[in-house]
């Protein structure tokens, strides 16, 4: 069979066409059910995209071999099928296009092998039309603009704080985020000093499930070592001088929230070993306690040292870092992404302002 290409009309209450305020992308529909081919569609008509079906993916890399330009595909990966080595011959016959995996496998390690090798998003079937609507906007975003023009965005976090991003680079690290926020998978952010490695990290708790529960951060480097376990575990009563009274620690506190391990390329050995057991099943003792205490904690770390460099060394846990690796993030430094420069100015002169006006407005009121 071959390739079907669907273009729909709008009709007004009155049935009357209405022409659309811009032309709609090309999407390729990849699924061997025409019916869901054909739900898939009647979905996207509305938004005026030129929709072209596929009922297997030896049509759509033939479709895609001939060299017509397509800006989403959309695959469909049967329940028996883990649809990898579909997505991988996707991306080498259409490297501009973003791809949407739908699935009814749903496990973290699916999903995140999804997105390493390149997937925009993976939606779990049966999908509602809000939900495709939604995933096939936020691969279309960056290119509804002109190439020159920079596509501001400002999600507000928590603190007072707010991810600010306008280029593509970010934009896609922010699709990334997005996706894996919604699976429990520990994640590393890797990056240099000031590139924004603790916004990225409130980002991906506010859009996860655990959005309304604690986000903690202990900042690994600053913290001195003698001191470090006792403020990430806790301790008992007598555990050393001066521990009048016991003291519960940060992932107790953050039972069921996230946690950001900042600088965790300066954690000491020894709480290294420590933590793997945290990762590997969620239990851990307060120093000079004997029983275990169970927690649910997300973890993320965030590190701005070559931290390959540092397992060669023997200064950080190989094992650790694999643990930790659930799914990593490198965030580019300002210098690599210009375009933002005037975006985040303006960003900081407004929050700057705005706090100038509340002192003011104080002074005047003591």
């Excluded at 980002?203 to 309304?212: E, Y």
């Excluded at 904690?297 to 965030?302: H, K, N, S």
């Amino acid at each position: 069979m071959a390739a079907t290409s669907i273009a729909f009309s709008h009709l007004g209450e009155a049935g009357e066409q209405r022409k659309p305020s811009s032309v709609g992308a090309h999407i390729l529909l990849v699924d061997s059910v025409a019916a869901s081919n054909d739900v898939s569609a009647a979905i996207l008509k509305a938004a005026w995209h030129k929709v072209t079906t596929c009922s297997s993916m030896f049509e759509a890399l033939s479709y895609l071999q001939k060299g017509t330009p397509v800006d989403v595909v959309v695959i469909d990966c049967p329940a028996n099928s883990d649809g990898f080595d579909a997505l991988v011959s996707i991306k080498r016959a259409a490297r501009d296009a973003r791809v949407i995996v739908l699935s009814h496998a749903s496990t973290t390690r699916a999903i995140a092998r999804t997105i390493r090798l390149g997937a925009h998003d993976c939606l779990s079937k049966p999908i509602s039309p809000t939900e495709l609507q939604h995933a096939i906007r936020e691969c279309l975003e960056p290119e509804l603009h002109p190439a020159a023009e920079c596509i501001e965005q400002e999600v507000q976090l928590h603190n007072d704080t707010a991810f600010v991003f306008a280029s593509k680079k970010m934009w896609e690290i922010r699709a990334q985020c997005s996706l894996i926020a919604r699976v429990d998978l520990p994640v590393l952010i890797l990056g240099e000093s000031g590139t924004g490695k603790e916004v990225l990290a409130q980002f991906i708790h506010k859009t996860s499930q655990r959005a309304n529960r604690t986000f903690l951060k202990v900042n690994c480097a600053a913290v001195p070592a003698e001191l470090l376990e006792s403020e990430l575990f806790g301790y008992e009563q007598g555990a050393f001088t001066g521990a009048h009274r016991s003291k519960p620690g940060k992932f107790e506190l953050c039972n069921h929230g996230t946690i950001l391990l900042d600088e965790i390329g300066e954690m000491p050995a020894e709480i290294q070993a420590k933590l793997l057991q945290v990762l590997q099943d969620g239990t851990f003792a307060r120093l000079g306690g004997r029983t275990g205490i169970k927690v649910d904690v997300r973890v993320i770390a965030a590190t701005n040292i070559d931290i390959r460099s540092a397992i060669t060394q023997k200064k950080f846990r190989e094992d650790l870092y694999y643990r930790l690796n659930g799914f990593n993030i490198t965030l580019p430094p300002l210098r690599e992404r210009r375009e933002e420069i005037p975006i985040l100015f303006r960003y900081f002169m407004r929050k700057f302002q705005a706090n100038i006006t509340a002192i003011l407005y104080l002074r005047q009121m003591s």
